[in-house]
């Protein structure tokens, strides 16, 4: 089955970089399938943070564009997540995902999560 | 950017009884492409709606969505102690793809 399992550093320190990698198995990542980050503060909703296709694809929420990068390793069939210039306010559990795609309507629901990983940013 | 906003905040409910929850978007969501999650305190969300009214795999036919354009729903036909939760909707029909803020379903 798919399993999708987040892992990085859990502390962050302000204006440094926040970098998490997103293992997947029971699934390529070249297969049709978008492959995506999600943010939840604490306390709070989720937040859509960008998407990657195995191509290179990229599509990024316009408020943290100008600060992220997403990226993919085929040969690992891993994809990973960097965020630079953070602060207090960018502490959220992370959730990798998968956008998965559906042949009966052409749509890509996320339909696979990660368990998530809290990231603190603190000095 | 579409903008979601889910009602109401809060449903208070016991196990037994129907809820209804809503979620409209500020501009027509393209195809339909409209998701409902559950999400319990400390795990992931799960995908329980695709495509506005579709259930994913797996989910009890309790659950059932509806609507198309700017005005979807969710409901729970009869809750189940383990349906108490918080329920997001969103929109994947254009980039970016935008969550509601919730609507949080309590005994």
């Known amino acids: 089955q798919v399993q999708l399992q987040e892992s990085g550093p859990g502390l962050v320190k302000p204006s440094g970089t926040l970098s998490l990698t997103c293992a997947v198995s029971g699934v390529s990542i070249t297969s049709t399938n978008w492959w995506s980050w999600v943010r939840q503060s604490p306390g709070k909703g989720l937040e859509w943070i960008g998407e990657i296709f195995h191509n290179g694809r990229v599509n990024y929420t316009p408020s943290l564009k100008s600060r992220v990068t997403l990226s993919i390793d085929k040969s690992k069939n891993q994809f990973s997540l960097r965020l630079n210039s953070v602060t207090a306010a960018d502490t959220a559990v992370y959730f990798c995902?998968?956008?998965?795609?559906?042949?009966?309507?052409?749509?890509?629901?996320?339909?696979?999560w990660g368990q998530g990983t809290l990231v603190t940013v603190s000095s | 950017d579409i903008v979601l906003t889910q009602s109401p905040g809060t449903l208070s409910l016991s196990p037994g009884e129907r809820a209804t929850l809503s979620c409209r978007a500020s501009?027509?969501?393209?195809?339909?492409?409209l998701a409902w999650y559950q999400q319990k305190p400390g795990q992931a969300p799960r995908l329980l709606i695709r495509?506005?009214?579709s259930r994913a795999t797996a989910i009890p036919d309790r659950f059932s969505g509806s609507g198309s354009g700017t005005d979807f729903t969710l409901t729970i036909s009869r809750l189940e102690p383990e349906d108490f939760a918080v329920y997001y909707c969103?929109?994947?029909?254009?980039?970016?793809?935008?969550f509601g803020q919730g609507t949080k379903v309590e005994i």
């Open positions: 969103q929109q994947y029909g254009s980039s970016p793809r935008t």
């Open positions: 501009q027509s969501v393209s195809d339909n492409y």
């Open positions: 495509d506005a009214s």
């Open positions: 995902a998968r956008e998965g795609y559906y042949y009966d309507s052409g749509g890509y629901p996320i339909d696979h």
